[in-house]
């Protein structure tokens, strides 16, 4: 067992422990689902007539609450896994740098404060479904900490989790679900699957030896690729369909999705063989590009001159 790094001190400050559980949550990491919310917000906007400030202000503000809640608490439940595991063990619980009581209060304050924003959408628009669907979303998100524990499939919980973005962010500004964002909610879901059993891929022996569940420790390397590439090819069928459904889009949304097809297939040559520095490029370059591109690529369709 790793022990806490005993010559780090802990942060004093209210700030430096802020500073610290942000770091710890991979803050900036919120650009992978936030572009998404925003890309189904966009377009159920102009099917609305324009933007309306309050909610995009709020849109961001869940996203951010929500992410760092989950996060936060998934550092939290996983403190003893961390601490075991090599890769793991800087972090900052198991390294001494913030308590789990810090942590856990950092939990609740963000899920109070998701709770609270979702009420934002009713002084936009009157629309009660946000706020009401807010704990059991904020519950879904939460329970994946704990999916590793029981069941090889807790990679497809965490993409059904950043799936619910797009689909929340559509009924939060026009009231209903319709095909597009429940089409983009699901390419969301098999690109986070897929890249997330490539992330695992790090710590299939660690895994296996703290008996908890992944693709990776379950199939192997190799099967483990199998599977994430055949469910990125899924999630670019999906994004064939949303932007067929989707008439709002055009020549620039197409050009993107033929762009995002050739990342995913870079993404998958980088790490054939099992580097772990190549994974880390992966996971953080290549899919932080992917969404915001097709953030990019709607937003000129929507607002630029027909091409």
């Keep these: 067992m790793i022990e806490p790094l005993s010559h780090v001190e802990a942060p004093k400050s209210l700030w430096a422990r802020l500073s610290t559980i942000l770091e710890m949550i991979k803050f900036s990491h919120t650009i992978f689902a936030l572009p998404f919310a925003l890309l189904a917000a966009a377009i159920a906007s102009h099917r609305e007539g324009g933007w309306r400030v309050l909610d995009l202000v709020a849109i961001l503000l869940c996203m951010v609450l929500a ?13 003893r896994f961390d601490r075991e595991n090599p890769r793991t063990a800087t972090r900052a619980i ?16 963000c899920s109070l404060g998701f709770v609270a924003a979702t009420t ?18 904020l519950l879904f998100l939460l329970a994946y900490s704990y999916m590793k524990r029981f069941t090889s499939l807790a990679h497809v919980w965490l993409g ?11 009924i939060a500004i026009r009231g209903t679900i319709e095909w597009p964002p429940v089409l983009l909610g699901v390419a969301i879901a098999c690109w986070v699957t897929g890249f997330d059993i490539i992330y695992a891929c790090q710590d299939i022996d660690v895994d296996r030896q703290q008996g908890l569940h992944s693709i990776p420790s379950k ?9 994430a590439r055949v469910v990125h090819v899924v999630m670019v069928v999906a994004l064939v369909g949303f932007g067929v459904l989707t008439p709002e889009l055009g020549i620039f949304f197409w050009i993107g999705l033929g762009i995002v097809a050739i990342l995913l297939a870079v993404e998958h040559w980088l790490v054939r063989g099992r580097d772990l520095l190549k994974i880390n490029l992966a996971f953080l370059q ?14 000129a369709d929507l607002y630029l001159p027909a091409v």
């Design 160 to 170: 059904t989790a950043l799936a619910l973005s797009p689909v929340a962010a559509w």
């Design 219 to 227: 199939l192997g390397f190799q099967g483990a690729m199998n599977v």
């Design 67 to 79: 992410r760092s809640a989950a996060m936060a608490f998934n550092r939290w439940a996983d403190q």
């Design 120 to 137: 934002i959408f009713i002084a936009s628009s009157g629309n009660i479904w946000p706020l009401v669907l807010s704990v059991p979303v």
């Design 94 to 109: 198991p390294a001494g740098l913030l308590s789990s009581r810090d942590v856990l209060k950092f939990v609740v304050l």
């Design 286 to 299: 290549v899919n932080g590009t992917i969404s915001t591109l097709l953030l990019l690529v709607t937003l």
